[in-house]
T-cell receptor, first 112, second 117 residues
Framework: DAKTTQPTSMDCAEGRAANLPCNHS???????VYWYRQIHSQGPQYIIH???NNETNEMASLIITEDRKSSTLILPHATLRDTAVYYC?????????????FGQGTTLQVKP | GAVVSQHPSWVICKSGTSVKIECRSL??????MFWYRQFPKQSLMLMAT?????????EQGVEKDKFLINHASLTLSTLTVTSAHPEDSSFYIC?????????????FGSGTRLTVV
């Protein structure tokens, strides 16, 4: 599975959009991009995933560049409860191991 | 749907004793579950893959005799930390998927904070 690179930390003002970047320049054609977040002292929470098209759900939007080498998770109206560590993970759809390997993630601090 | 329950949420035990942590998929069957460990200010580290009806697969560097995993049914996996020592104090988290990862994300339990004194 391809390696991802994320900024260590980011700040965002409450009510504004939070844009979290992820670089996955070695991604291969059959690998998906997954986003999870972990609020302090809780288990990770699934946010969204995508292959090449932009995706949107009730939590967030995922924008994947045309070359698929990077992506951006967008929280349209960040709230204080969105303060968490956000993990971008690249994984093959047909991977037989089924493992999710977490990197260091981005600590998002939403400020009032 | 897709709820994973983990119990207990926290436990304190004496050094040398064993602790069992349960992970249950409440509304779906999970043939595969995963166990992670997380130290303060660090990311999740995969410990092992738990397969229903067969032996668990451990990641490199994880002692299988110390971290016993049993996946006796399609809804329950247990992790037993044997002869626990203070360095085993950590946040243990399990996860499971209700189906192919391409269609479903993994659901994680709420975690168990183990403190060995």
């Amino acid at each position: 599975d391809a390696k991802t690179t994320q900024p260590t930390s980011m700040d965002c003002a409450e009510g504004r959009a939070a844009n979290l970047p992820c670089n996955h320049s070695t991604i291969s054609g059959n690998e998906y991009v997954y986003w999870y977040r972990q609020i302090h002292s809780q288990g990770p929470q699934y946010i969204i995933h995508g292959l090449k098209n932009n995706e949107t759900n009730e939590m967030a939007s995922l924008i994947i560049t045309e070359d698929r080498k990077s992506s951006t998770l967008i929280l349209p109206h960040a709230t204080l409860r969105d303060t968490a560590v956000y993990y971008c993970i690249v994984r093959g759809r047909s991977s037989n191991t089924g493992k999710l390997i977490f990197g260091q993630g981005t600590t998002l601090q939403v400020k009032p | 749907g897709a709820v994973v329950s983990q119990h207990p949420s926290w436990v304190i035990c004496k050094s040398g004793t064993s602790v069992k942590i349960e992970c249950r998929s409440l509304d779906f069957q999970a043939t595969t579950m995963f166990w992670y460990r997380q130290f303060p200010k660090q990311s999740l580290m995969l410990m092992a893959t738990s397969n229903e009806g067969s032996k668990a697969t451990y990641e490199q560097g994880v002692e299988k005799d110390k971290f016993l995993i049993n996946h006796a049914s399609l809804t329950l996996s247990t992790l037993t930390v044997t002869s626990a020592h203070p360095e085993d104090s950590s946040f243990y988290i399990c996860s499971a998927s209700r189906g192919p990862l391409s269609n479903y994300g993994y659901t994680f339990g709420s975690g168990t904070r183990l403190t060995v004194v």
